[in-house]
Protein backbone atom coordinates (compact mmCIF):
# COMPACT_ATOMS: atom_id res chain seq x y z
CA UNK A 1 0.00 0.00 0.00
CA UNK A 2 2.74 2.40 0.95
CA UNK A 3 4.30 1.40 -2.22
CA UNK A 4 1.18 2.45 -3.93
CA UNK A 5 0.74 5.80 -2.49
CA UNK A 6 4.65 6.70 -3.32
CA UNK A 7 3.78 6.11 -6.75
CA UNK A 8 0.70 8.05 -7.07
CA UNK A 9 2.52 11.05 -5.83
CA UNK A 10 5.40 11.07 -7.99
CA UNK A 11 3.57 10.59 -10.82
CA UNK A 12 1.45 13.77 -9.61
CA UNK A 13 4.55 15.78 -9.58
CA UNK A 14 5.73 18.10 -12.87
CA UNK A 15 8.42 17.13 -14.82
CA UNK A 16 11.69 18.67 -14.47
CA UNK A 17 12.84 21.16 -16.77
CA UNK A 18 15.08 19.95 -19.71
CA UNK A 19 18.45 20.23 -19.83
CA UNK A 20 20.72 21.72 -16.90
CA UNK A 21 18.49 24.08 -14.53
CA UNK A 22 19.05 25.84 -11.55
CA UNK A 23 15.89 27.45 -10.05
CA UNK A 24 15.07 29.51 -6.38
CA UNK A 25 12.94 31.60 -4.76
CA UNK A 26 13.01 33.88 -1.57
CA UNK A 27 11.19 33.08 1.35
CA UNK A 28 9.87 36.72 1.79
CA UNK A 29 9.01 39.30 -0.35
CA UNK A 30 10.61 42.09 1.69
CA UNK A 31 12.62 42.40 4.60
CA UNK A 32 14.49 44.68 6.81
CA UNK A 33 17.90 44.61 8.26
CA UNK A 34 18.71 42.49 11.03
CA UNK A 35 16.03 39.69 9.60
CA UNK A 36 16.99 36.77 7.99
CA UNK A 37 16.35 35.62 4.26
CA UNK A 38 16.23 32.21 3.33
CA UNK A 39 16.34 31.37 -0.06
CA UNK A 40 15.00 27.92 -1.91
CA UNK A 41 16.79 26.24 -4.62
CA UNK A 42 16.49 23.54 -6.92
CA UNK A 43 19.50 22.81 -9.20
CA UNK A 44 20.63 19.85 -11.27
CA UNK A 45 23.78 20.10 -10.37
CA UNK A 46 25.84 19.66 -6.86
CA UNK A 47 26.45 23.52 -6.40
CA UNK A 48 25.26 26.85 -7.20
CA UNK A 49 26.85 30.64 -6.70
CA UNK A 50 24.49 33.17 -5.53
CA UNK A 51 25.58 36.94 -6.36
CA UNK A 52 23.05 39.56 -5.07
CA UNK A 53 22.91 43.30 -5.94
CA UNK A 54 20.31 46.20 -5.17
CA UNK A 55 19.20 47.43 -8.69
CA UNK A 56 18.65 51.09 -8.88
CA UNK A 57 19.99 53.58 -11.43
CA UNK A 58 23.50 51.07 -11.16
CA UNK A 59 23.33 48.09 -10.31
CA UNK A 60 25.67 47.53 -7.07
CA UNK A 61 27.15 44.08 -5.65
CA UNK A 62 25.96 43.57 -1.89
CA UNK A 63 26.97 40.02 -0.87
CA UNK A 64 28.60 36.60 -3.15
CA UNK A 65 29.09 33.42 -2.30
CA UNK A 66 30.06 29.98 -3.71
CA UNK A 67 29.70 26.31 -3.94
CA UNK A 68 26.45 26.31 -2.30
CA UNK A 69 25.31 22.81 -2.03
CA UNK A 70 22.21 22.04 -4.02
CA UNK A 71 19.92 19.08 -5.30
CA UNK A 72 17.23 18.75 -7.76
CA UNK A 73 13.68 18.92 -5.70
CA UNK A 74 10.28 17.57 -6.78
CA UNK A 75 7.81 20.51 -8.40
CA UNK A 76 4.32 19.75 -6.72
CA UNK A 77 1.44 19.23 -9.26
CA UNK A 78 -0.37 22.83 -7.53
CA UNK A 79 3.30 24.28 -7.11
CA UNK A 80 2.02 27.57 -8.86
CA UNK A 81 -1.04 27.30 -6.34
CA UNK A 82 0.72 26.37 -3.21
CA UNK A 83 3.92 26.54 -3.62
CA UNK A 84 7.13 23.85 -4.01
CA UNK A 85 8.00 23.65 -0.38
CA UNK A 86 12.15 23.23 -1.11
CA UNK A 87 14.40 23.24 1.25
CA UNK A 88 16.18 26.49 2.12
CA UNK A 89 19.94 26.07 0.61
CA UNK A 90 21.05 28.97 2.10
CA UNK A 91 20.44 31.84 4.48
CA UNK A 92 21.47 35.65 5.06
CA UNK A 93 20.49 38.21 7.43
CA UNK A 94 20.21 41.51 6.33
CA UNK A 95 22.92 43.84 7.33
CA UNK A 96 21.80 47.39 8.30
CA UNK A 97 24.15 49.12 5.90
CA UNK A 98 22.11 47.40 2.94
CA UNK A 99 20.54 50.51 1.67
CA UNK A 100 16.68 49.93 0.89
CA UNK A 101 15.25 49.25 -2.60
CA UNK A 102 14.78 45.92 -5.16
CA UNK A 103 17.54 43.70 -4.87
CA UNK A 104 18.04 40.62 -7.77
CA UNK A 105 19.59 37.50 -6.67
CA UNK A 106 21.38 35.69 -9.91
CA UNK A 107 21.91 31.83 -9.57
CA UNK A 108 24.86 30.30 -11.51
CA UNK A 109 25.16 26.82 -12.24
CA UNK A 110 28.41 25.68 -13.83
CA UNK A 111 28.13 22.99 -16.95
CA UNK A 112 30.77 21.65 -19.31
CA UNK A 113 29.02 23.89 -21.86
CA UNK A 114 28.55 27.49 -20.33
CA UNK A 115 26.69 28.90 -17.30
CA UNK A 116 23.11 28.27 -16.59
CA UNK A 117 21.75 31.18 -14.58
CA UNK A 118 18.56 32.44 -13.38
CA UNK A 119 17.16 35.34 -10.91
CA UNK A 120 14.71 35.79 -8.22
CA UNK A 121 14.07 38.92 -6.17
CA UNK A 122 13.34 40.73 -2.65
CA UNK A 123 12.82 43.83 -1.59
CA UNK A 124 14.55 45.67 1.58
CA UNK A 125 12.78 47.86 3.63
CA UNK A 126 14.80 50.80 5.51
CA UNK A 127 15.66 50.19 9.11
CA UNK A 128 14.94 53.40 10.31
CA UNK A 129 11.42 54.32 7.86
CA UNK A 130 11.40 57.46 6.84
CA UNK A 131 14.71 58.78 8.29
CA UNK A 132 16.51 59.14 5.14
CA UNK A 133 13.60 60.46 3.05
CA UNK A 134 9.84 61.20 3.58
CA UNK A 135 9.15 59.27 -0.08
CA UNK A 136 7.96 55.67 -0.19
CA UNK A 137 7.81 53.55 -3.21
CA UNK A 138 5.87 50.69 -2.78
CA UNK A 139 6.00 47.76 -5.40
CA UNK A 140 3.30 45.90 -7.23
CA UNK A 141 4.54 42.64 -6.25
CA UNK A 142 1.26 41.17 -6.32
CA UNK A 143 0.79 42.02 -9.81
CA UNK A 144 4.09 40.11 -10.31
CA UNK A 145 2.84 36.98 -8.54
CA UNK A 146 -0.71 37.26 -10.37
CA UNK A 147 0.95 37.22 -14.47
CA UNK A 148 3.43 34.60 -13.13
CA UNK A 149 2.46 30.73 -14.75
CA UNK A 150 5.33 29.11 -13.54
CA UNK A 151 4.68 25.86 -11.77
CA UNK A 152 1.21 25.87 -14.23
CA UNK A 153 -1.14 28.90 -13.64
CA UNK A 154 -1.19 32.47 -13.37
CA UNK A 155 -4.71 34.46 -12.81
CA UNK A 156 -4.54 34.75 -16.59
CA UNK A 157 -5.60 31.96 -19.18
CA UNK A 158 -3.23 32.98 -21.99
CA UNK A 159 -0.09 31.39 -20.83
CA UNK A 160 -1.33 28.65 -18.41
CA UNK A 161 -0.67 25.04 -18.39
CA UNK A 162 -3.94 23.93 -19.47
CA UNK A 163 -5.88 26.79 -20.92
CA UNK A 164 -7.19 28.07 -17.67
CA UNK A 165 -7.05 30.84 -15.32
CA UNK A 166 -5.62 30.11 -11.85
CA UNK A 167 -7.56 31.39 -9.42
CA UNK A 168 -4.85 31.28 -6.23
CA UNK A 169 -0.84 31.78 -6.88
CA UNK A 170 1.79 31.20 -4.31
CA UNK A 171 5.06 33.51 -3.65
CA UNK A 172 6.70 30.26 -2.78
CA UNK A 173 7.84 29.31 -6.44
CA UNK A 174 10.18 30.94 -9.03
CA UNK A 175 8.06 34.26 -10.21
CA UNK A 176 8.57 36.37 -13.14
CA UNK A 177 9.38 40.02 -11.90
CA UNK A 178 7.71 42.58 -13.67
CA UNK A 179 10.02 45.37 -12.18
CA UNK A 180 11.99 45.98 -14.78
CA UNK A 181 8.92 46.30 -16.76
CA UNK A 182 7.25 49.03 -15.04
CA UNK A 183 8.96 50.53 -11.40
CA UNK A 184 12.66 50.43 -12.98
CA UNK A 185 12.24 53.60 -15.36
CA UNK A 186 11.06 55.54 -12.41
CA UNK A 187 13.55 54.43 -10.12
CA UNK A 188 16.67 55.15 -12.38
CA UNK A 189 15.35 58.90 -13.08
CA UNK A 190 14.37 59.72 -9.67
CA UNK A 191 18.04 58.30 -8.28
CA UNK A 192 19.07 60.11 -11.19
CA UNK A 193 18.32 63.19 -10.67
CA UNK A 194 18.61 63.36 -6.55
CA UNK A 195 15.65 61.73 -5.42
CA UNK A 196 16.25 59.46 -1.94
CA UNK A 197 13.30 56.18 -2.00
CA UNK A 198 12.62 53.64 0.71
CA UNK A 199 11.03 50.45 -0.88
CA UNK A 200 7.94 48.25 0.43
CA UNK A 201 5.92 45.84 -1.71
CA UNK A 202 2.36 45.34 -1.86
CA UNK A 203 2.58 43.39 1.20
CA UNK A 204 4.07 45.63 3.41
CA UNK A 205 0.75 47.73 3.55
CA UNK A 206 -0.87 44.96 4.52
CA UNK A 207 1.56 43.07 6.96
CA UNK A 208 3.81 46.30 8.38
CA UNK A 209 1.28 49.60 8.22
CA UNK A 210 2.81 50.88 10.71
CA UNK A 211 6.14 52.15 8.52
CA UNK A 212 3.15 54.69 6.38
CA UNK A 213 3.33 57.38 9.07
CA UNK A 214 6.54 57.79 9.15
CA UNK A 215 6.28 59.09 4.91
CA UNK A 216 4.54 62.39 3.99
CA UNK A 217 4.43 60.63 -0.07
CA UNK A 218 4.31 57.08 -0.57
CA UNK A 219 3.86 56.04 -4.35
CA UNK A 220 2.53 53.57 -6.35
CA UNK A 221 4.44 53.22 -9.69
CA UNK A 222 3.35 51.44 -13.12
CA UNK A 223 0.98 48.83 -13.06
CA UNK A 224 -0.46 47.58 -9.51
CA UNK A 225 -3.34 45.91 -10.30
CA UNK A 226 -3.96 43.66 -7.38
CA UNK A 227 -5.12 45.04 -3.60
CA UNK A 228 -6.42 43.06 -0.94
CA UNK A 229 -8.66 44.87 1.63
CA UNK A 230 -6.41 45.29 4.43
CA UNK A 231 -3.79 47.51 1.90
CA UNK A 232 -6.78 49.78 1.19
CA UNK A 233 -7.63 50.16 4.63
CA UNK A 234 -4.48 50.98 5.76
CA UNK A 235 -3.57 53.67 2.93
CA UNK A 236 -7.23 55.36 3.24
CA UNK A 237 -6.44 55.87 6.78
CA UNK A 238 -3.22 57.12 5.95
CA UNK A 239 -4.72 59.48 3.65
CA UNK A 240 -7.63 60.22 5.80
CA UNK A 241 -5.00 61.06 8.53
CA UNK A 242 -3.01 63.81 5.93
CA UNK A 243 -0.98 61.44 4.34
CA UNK A 244 -0.31 62.35 0.59
CA UNK A 245 -0.71 59.43 -2.44
CA UNK A 246 0.84 59.44 -5.97
CA UNK A 247 -0.42 56.79 -8.39
CA UNK A 248 1.76 57.31 -11.21
CA UNK A 249 0.21 53.88 -12.40
CA UNK A 250 -2.81 52.60 -13.95
CA UNK A 251 -5.41 49.56 -13.61
CA UNK A 252 -4.39 50.14 -10.03
CA UNK A 253 -6.31 48.38 -6.90
CA UNK A 254 -8.34 47.28 -9.94
CA UNK A 255 -8.88 43.23 -8.62
CA UNK A 256 -8.98 42.40 -4.62
CA UNK A 257 -7.33 39.63 -3.60
CA UNK A 258 -7.29 38.15 -0.28
CA UNK A 259 -3.82 37.37 1.16
CA UNK A 260 -3.56 33.58 2.65
CA UNK A 261 -0.43 31.31 4.48
CA UNK A 262 0.25 34.96 6.11
CA UNK A 263 1.55 36.65 2.81
CA UNK A 264 2.40 33.39 1.06
CA UNK A 265 -0.16 33.39 -1.07
CA UNK A 266 -3.44 35.31 -3.22
CA UNK A 267 -6.51 34.12 -4.14
CA UNK A 268 -8.50 36.05 -6.91
CA UNK A 269 -11.52 34.25 -8.77
CA UNK A 270 -11.73 37.68 -10.60
CA UNK A 271 -14.86 37.16 -13.24
CA UNK A 272 -15.62 33.88 -11.58
CA UNK A 273 -17.04 35.25 -8.44
CA UNK A 274 -19.84 32.73 -8.04
CA UNK A 275 -16.94 29.99 -7.94
CA UNK A 276 -15.62 31.90 -4.50
CA UNK A 277 -16.38 30.23 -1.09
CA UNK A 278 -17.68 34.01 0.13
CA UNK A 279 -20.38 34.31 -2.78
CA UNK A 280 -22.81 32.60 -0.81
CA UNK A 281 -21.66 32.29 2.77
CA UNK A 282 -19.00 35.43 3.21
CA UNK A 283 -19.00 38.68 3.56
CA UNK A 284 -19.95 39.76 -0.01
CA UNK A 285 -17.45 43.05 0.92
CA UNK A 286 -14.36 40.80 0.54
CA UNK A 287 -15.42 38.86 -2.77
CA UNK A 288 -12.66 38.77 -4.40
CA UNK A 289 -13.32 40.15 -8.46
CA UNK A 290 -13.67 43.94 -9.45
CA UNK A 291 -13.15 46.69 -6.84
CA UNK A 292 -15.64 48.32 -8.73
CA UNK A 293 -18.31 45.61 -8.60
CA UNK A 294 -21.59 46.40 -7.55
CA UNK A 295 -21.76 43.46 -4.83
CA UNK A 296 -18.74 45.24 -3.36
CA UNK A 297 -19.68 48.62 -3.76
CA UNK A 298 -16.24 50.41 -2.92
CA UNK A 299 -14.81 51.40 -6.48
CA UNK A 300 -11.11 52.46 -6.75
CA UNK A 301 -12.04 55.31 -7.29
CA UNK A 302 -12.89 56.08 -3.54
CA UNK A 303 -9.14 55.44 -3.17
CA UNK A 304 -7.29 56.80 -6.31
CA UNK A 305 -10.09 59.17 -7.79
CA UNK A 306 -9.95 57.00 -10.98
CA UNK A 307 -10.99 53.76 -11.96
CA UNK A 308 -10.98 50.64 -15.03
CA UNK A 309 -14.75 51.07 -15.64
CA UNK A 310 -14.69 54.61 -16.83
CA UNK A 311 -11.06 53.80 -18.91
CA UNK A 312 -9.91 51.24 -20.68
CA UNK A 313 -7.27 50.44 -23.03
CA UNK A 314 -5.24 53.00 -25.03
CA UNK A 315 -2.26 51.51 -27.85
CA UNK A 316 -3.55 48.24 -26.33
CA UNK A 317 -5.71 45.31 -26.90
CA UNK A 318 -6.57 46.90 -30.28
CA UNK A 319 -8.02 49.69 -28.80
CA UNK A 320 -7.02 53.22 -30.35
CA UNK A 321 -3.92 51.83 -32.00
CA UNK A 322 -3.58 55.40 -33.22
CA UNK A 323 -4.62 57.50 -30.68
CA UNK A 324 -1.89 60.26 -29.71
CA UNK A 325 -0.49 58.23 -26.55
CA UNK A 326 -0.86 62.35 -24.91
CA UNK A 327 -2.77 64.31 -22.37
CA UNK A 328 -4.87 67.18 -23.07
CA UNK A 329 -4.03 70.13 -20.47
CA UNK A 330 -7.75 71.36 -19.24
CA UNK A 331 -6.86 73.44 -16.23
CA UNK A 332 -2.76 74.73 -16.66
CA UNK A 333 -3.02 77.21 -14.14
CA UNK A 334 -3.42 74.37 -11.58
CA UNK A 335 -0.13 73.47 -9.41
CA UNK A 336 0.89 70.25 -11.38
CA UNK A 337 1.73 72.42 -14.49
CA UNK A 338 3.59 74.69 -13.05
CA UNK A 339 6.83 75.73 -15.01
CA UNK A 340 5.79 73.35 -18.01
CA UNK A 341 4.22 76.77 -20.07
CA UNK A 342 1.36 74.27 -21.04
CA UNK A 343 -1.68 76.28 -21.64
CA UNK A 344 -4.89 74.50 -22.37
CA UNK A 345 -5.55 72.51 -24.97
CA UNK A 346 -1.90 71.53 -25.90
CA UNK A 347 -1.11 67.75 -25.45
CA UNK A 348 2.04 66.49 -23.75
CA UNK A 349 3.38 63.03 -23.34
CA UNK A 350 2.60 61.64 -26.39
CA UNK A 351 6.34 61.69 -28.61
CA UNK A 352 6.79 58.90 -25.45
CA UNK A 353 3.31 57.40 -25.32
CA UNK A 354 2.68 58.37 -22.08
CA UNK A 355 -0.96 57.02 -22.66
CA UNK A 356 -0.87 53.16 -22.51
CA UNK A 357 -2.05 49.99 -22.27
CA UNK A 358 -4.17 50.22 -19.42
CA UNK A 359 -5.80 53.86 -18.17
CA UNK A 360 -8.02 54.95 -15.27
CA UNK A 361 -10.19 57.64 -16.00
CA UNK A 362 -14.32 58.62 -13.77
CA UNK A 363 -17.27 59.04 -15.28
CA UNK A 364 -17.41 62.70 -17.08
CA UNK A 365 -19.99 65.32 -17.89
CA UNK A 366 -18.73 68.68 -19.93
CA UNK A 367 -19.54 72.15 -18.72
CA UNK A 368 -18.07 75.11 -20.85
CA UNK A 369 -15.60 72.86 -22.88
CA UNK A 370 -14.32 71.01 -19.58
CA UNK A 371 -14.29 68.01 -17.99
CA UNK A 372 -16.10 67.63 -14.54
CA UNK A 373 -16.67 64.60 -12.53
CA UNK A 374 -19.94 63.32 -11.88
CA UNK A 375 -18.97 61.31 -8.46
CA UNK A 376 -21.18 58.70 -9.49
CA UNK A 377 -18.86 56.59 -9.42
CA UNK A 378 -17.03 56.85 -6.26
CA UNK A 379 -14.34 59.58 -7.56
CA UNK A 380 -14.28 62.30 -4.43
CA UNK A 381 -15.92 65.47 -4.30
CA UNK A 382 -12.93 67.04 -4.23
CA UNK A 383 -11.43 65.45 -7.34
CA UNK A 384 -10.02 68.12 -10.44
CA UNK A 385 -10.04 67.02 -13.76
CA UNK A 386 -6.50 67.94 -15.23
CA UNK A 387 -6.19 65.71 -18.23
CA UNK A 388 -7.51 63.30 -20.35
CA UNK A 389 -6.74 60.70 -23.15
CA UNK A 390 -9.91 58.61 -24.87
CA UNK A 391 -9.53 54.63 -23.79
CA UNK A 392 -11.88 51.82 -24.21
CA UNK A 393 -12.50 48.64 -23.12
CA UNK A 394 -11.65 45.31 -25.57
CA UNK A 395 -15.62 43.82 -26.22
CA UNK A 396 -14.44 40.62 -24.34
CA UNK A 397 -14.27 42.38 -20.95
CA UNK A 398 -17.34 43.55 -21.18
CA UNK A 399 -18.66 39.79 -20.86
CA UNK A 400 -17.43 39.66 -17.20
CA UNK A 401 -19.34 42.53 -15.71
CA UNK A 402 -23.64 42.29 -16.13
CA UNK A 403 -23.12 46.28 -15.89
CA UNK A 404 -20.74 47.01 -18.41
CA UNK A 405 -22.48 49.23 -21.52
CA UNK A 406 -20.45 47.73 -24.53
CA UNK A 407 -19.89 51.11 -26.79
CA UNK A 408 -18.66 52.74 -23.37
CA UNK A 409 -15.35 55.15 -24.44
CA UNK A 410 -13.61 56.04 -21.25
CA UNK A 411 -10.87 57.80 -20.45
CA UNK A 412 -7.29 58.04 -19.04
CA UNK A 413 -7.36 60.78 -16.81
CA UNK A 414 -4.97 63.00 -14.92
CA UNK A 415 -5.86 64.43 -11.33
CA UNK A 416 -6.01 65.26 -7.86
CA UNK A 417 -8.03 65.32 -4.51
CA UNK A 418 -7.61 65.88 -1.11
CA UNK A 419 -9.00 64.79 1.79
CA UNK A 420 -7.19 64.75 4.81
CA UNK A 421 -4.06 64.18 2.43
CA UNK A 422 -3.69 64.88 -1.17
CA UNK A 423 -3.76 62.20 -3.77
CA UNK A 424 -2.66 62.69 -7.24
CA UNK A 425 -3.48 59.62 -10.02
CA UNK A 426 -2.00 59.63 -13.41
CA UNK A 427 -4.93 57.03 -14.56
CA UNK A 428 -1.98 55.06 -17.35
CA UNK A 429 0.28 52.60 -16.51
CA UNK A 430 2.85 54.60 -18.93
CA UNK A 431 4.15 57.12 -16.90
CA UNK A 432 6.93 56.41 -16.45
CA UNK A 433 7.93 55.99 -20.10
CA UNK A 434 8.29 60.04 -20.54
CA UNK A 435 10.64 59.85 -17.11
CA UNK A 436 12.77 58.01 -19.35
CA UNK A 437 12.55 59.91 -22.86
CA UNK A 438 13.07 63.05 -20.67
CA UNK A 439 10.12 64.64 -21.74
CA UNK A 440 10.19 67.64 -20.05
CA UNK A 441 6.62 68.10 -19.00
CA UNK A 442 6.62 64.93 -17.74
CA UNK A 443 10.01 65.17 -15.46
CA UNK A 444 8.11 68.76 -14.89
CA UNK A 445 5.28 67.29 -13.56
CA UNK A 446 6.86 65.15 -11.66
CA UNK A 447 9.07 67.24 -9.48
CA UNK A 448 5.95 69.19 -8.50
CA UNK A 449 4.28 66.05 -7.78
CA UNK A 450 7.40 65.09 -5.55
CA UNK A 451 8.76 68.47 -4.03
CA UNK A 452 5.33 69.70 -3.22
CA UNK A 453 3.68 66.27 -1.64
CA UNK A 454 6.96 64.74 0.36
CA UNK A 455 7.33 68.49 2.01
CA UNK A 456 4.27 68.44 4.21
Not at 148 to 172: E, K, T
Not at 287 to 299: G, N, V
Request: negative net charge; charged residues 20%.
Amino acid sequence: MLAVIAVTRAEADQPQPTGPFILGYADQVSVAAGEELSFHVSGSGQSFDLVLERVGAERSKVFEKTKIACAAHPIPDRASSHGCNWPAAVTITVPRDWTSGYYEATLTLSTDDKPIRSTLFFIVRSPAPGESTKILLELGTNTYNAYSNWGGHSLYAYHDRDGLQGHRVSFDRPLHSLFSNWELPFVKWAEQNGYTLDYASNCDLEFHPEILKQYQLVLSVGHDEYWSSPMRDHLEQYIKEGGNVAFLSGNTCCWQVRSEDDGRALTCWKQSLNSDPLFRTGDPKLLSTAWSHHLIERPENQLTGVGFLWGGYHRSHGQFMDGPGSFEVHRPEHWLFKDTELKRGDRFGGEHSIVGYECDGCEIEWVDGLPNPTHRDGTPESFTILGTCQARWAPGDCLWYDRFPTDRVGNAVLGTYTQGGTVVSAGTTDWSHGLAGDDPHVVTITRNILDRLSAH
